[in-house]
């Protein structure tokens, strides 16, 4: 069975402005690989990667691009190669995970967790400190002022020392306060205006239910028929990096921080439950595809049987 909506989506992914190789293969690496050890053959990424329209040029320059970056490394078996994450790339995908496969938003405590430049910082140095803070799902409140409501700012140190950013953190002072204490940068609501651009995430948000709903409806209409596996490995691919691209710009804030009628949380509704539906069908074309350089399957961990399971 082919899902019509599916395609429509993989069509409109494909015009030039709307696709970046590079983001779809991560979308990948951390929902397939992942959970399968963290290794994959290039041949049998290449393969997978065909079904989502990428070339093997594409996919070749995006992997290199990728061990530049220190996501993954090259290891030789033969006559071919397998890529595997590296510790600094498992710890980025890791974190992502928790964030996209969490069956709820974190509880909040009421208060806020803030990291301040202290110290003097070039404008290059700056920049990069602004990106791995906003990777980490910080707002900047003010210029070198950046806050969230539930950050473990233990982690959030460590991170930036992964990213090579361990140079600048004398410069930085992490603070933990109550609302009280930013009585001068006023509301909570105001706080959240200032650090966060809700508007054009809630729109995100908007735009992947219209996308999805009307997959899930098809699929809920299928009752126990099985999905081809390559469509269902399709539509999974699809919609996780549709939606990884969206968390990893929400500061999943606590509801009494957000406004009323979220989109942010029907959308995480949607995608626990198509993706559980897609599931066992992507799993077995993964059996199928995913292969390491010697021709070994490797095997799910429980990385993947505990995606959107309460905890």
């Not at 993954?72 to 974190?95: A, C, D, K, M």
């Not at 140095?125 to 409140?141: D, H, K, N, P, V």
């Not at 399709?234 to 990884?244: E, P, Q, W």
Request: with cysteine.
């Amino acid at each position: 069975m082919t899902l019509a909506s599916v395609q429509q989506r993989l069509e409109a992914l494909h015009q030039p402005s709307r696709i970046a190789a590079g983001s779809l293969i991560v979308s990948v690496l951390g929902d397939a690989v992942l959970p399968r050890g963290g290794g994959i053959w290039l041949g049998s990424l290449i393969g997978l990667m065909d079904v989502l329209g990428l070339n093997e040029r594409l996919v070749r320059t995006s992997v290199f691009r990728l061990v530049k970056d220190e996501w993954l490394q090259t290891e030789v078996v033969g006559r071919r190669s397998n890529y595997l994450l590296t510790p600094v790339g498992r710890r980025r995908f890791e974190e992502a995970s928790a964030h996209i496969y969490a069956a709820r938003a974190p509880q909040w405590d009421h208060r806020w967790q803030l990291v301040s430049v202290v110290g003097e910082l070039d404008v290059r140095t700056r920049e990069s400190l602004r990106r791995s803070m906003a990777w980490q799902g910080f707002g900047e409140l003010s210029m070198g002022v950046f806050v969230h409501p539930s950050a473990d700012l233990a982690a959030c140190m460590d991170s930036l020392q992964s990213d090579g950013l361990g140079s600048v953190l004398p410069a930085l002072m992490p603070l933990v306060a109550s609302h009280a204490g930013l009585g001068h940068v006023g509301s909570n609501a105001d706080m959240v205006q200032r650090a966060w651009d809700l508007n054009h995430l809630a729109q995100g948000y908007v735009e992947f239910l219209a996308t999805y709903q009307p997959v899930l409806d098809e699929v809920q209409a299928m009752g126990r028929k099985r999905l081809e596996p390559a469509t269902a490995f399709l539509a999974r691919s699809l919609m996780i990096h549709d939606y990884r691209r969206l968390l990893l710009r929400d500061p999943e804030l606590p509801a009494e921080l957000l406004p009323t009628l979220w989109p942010g949380e029907q959308a995480r509704a949607l995608c626990r439950t198509l993706y559980q539906r897609l599931l066992p069908d992507s799993e077995a074309y993964l059996d199928q595809q995913l292969k390491l350089a010697n021709g070994s399957v490797p095997s799910a961990t429980q990385l993947l049987t505990q995606r959107f399971r309460e905890h």
